[in-house]
């Protein structure tokens, strides 16, 4: 794999909530049978964490992170430096199962949004229940017209993935959003 680029260096902006371009990520997609106790064991080998439940997302070690994104797929994520290792690790504790593993790290951008209107900014733009909708939680959906997987990292904090070809797309949503005189005031 090339070496990672943020998809915006060091963007901020400050309005209605804070937004960041979170900078190089490292993310696996795993695809399996997430019964399979063999993918299990595996997972929690590797990263240190449970398989998470459904829309859910399970904390590992050195700052790992495994998420739900489907009935058959998850992704992890950690240190950049150490996705190769990652999927390394996994390929061989995955040996002789039916899995996939993939580095997708070049391929995602991630955005932070914190503060205490982070819900009602994401939620002019994607059609999720922010009410019901925990820390810890994650969901894939669309942002306006790009696909987006939103993650609840804490109670006014938000993590945005999306693919690295739409990022410019979703920073100038983001912003626009989070622009002073737009507030909505649904989730106070």
């Known amino acids: 794999m090339s070496e990672s680029i943020s998809a ?5 902006y400050s309005g209605l909530v804070d937004l960041a ?9 795993l695809r399996g049978d997430l019964a399979s106790a063999g993918l299990v064991a ?9 398989l998470p439940d459904v829309r859910r997302v399970s904390a590992g070690k050195g700052g790992a992170a495994v998420a739900w994104m489907s009935p ?12 190769a290792d990652t999927v390394a690790a996994l390929e061989k504790a995955l040996a002789g199962q039916f899995a996939t593993v993939a ?3 070049d391929a995602r951008a991630v955005f932070t949004v914190t503060g205490a209107q982070a819900r009602d900014v994401l939620a002019k733009a994607c059609p999720v229940d922010f009410a019901d909708f925990p820390v810890g939680s994650i969901r894939r959906t669309r942002a306006a017209q790009v696909p987006a997987a939103i993650w609840r990292t804490g109670d006014d904090a938000f993590t945005v ?13 983001l912003t626009t ?12």
């Open 8 to 12: 915006l260096p060091g963007m901020r």
């Open 21 to 29: 371009e979170a900078g190089p990520q490292g993310m696996i997609l």
């Open 42 to 50: 595996a997972v929690k080998k590797v990263t240190g964490a449970a």
């Open 72 to 83: 058959d797929e998850l992704l992890i994520f950690g240190a950049r430096a150490q996705a």
């Open 103 to 105: 580095d997708v790290s």
């Open 161 to 173: 993935i999306c693919f690295r070809s739409v990022a410019q797309y979703m920073w100038v949503l």
């Open 177 to 188: 959003l989070a622009r002073p005189g737009g507030e909505v005031g649904l989730y106070r």
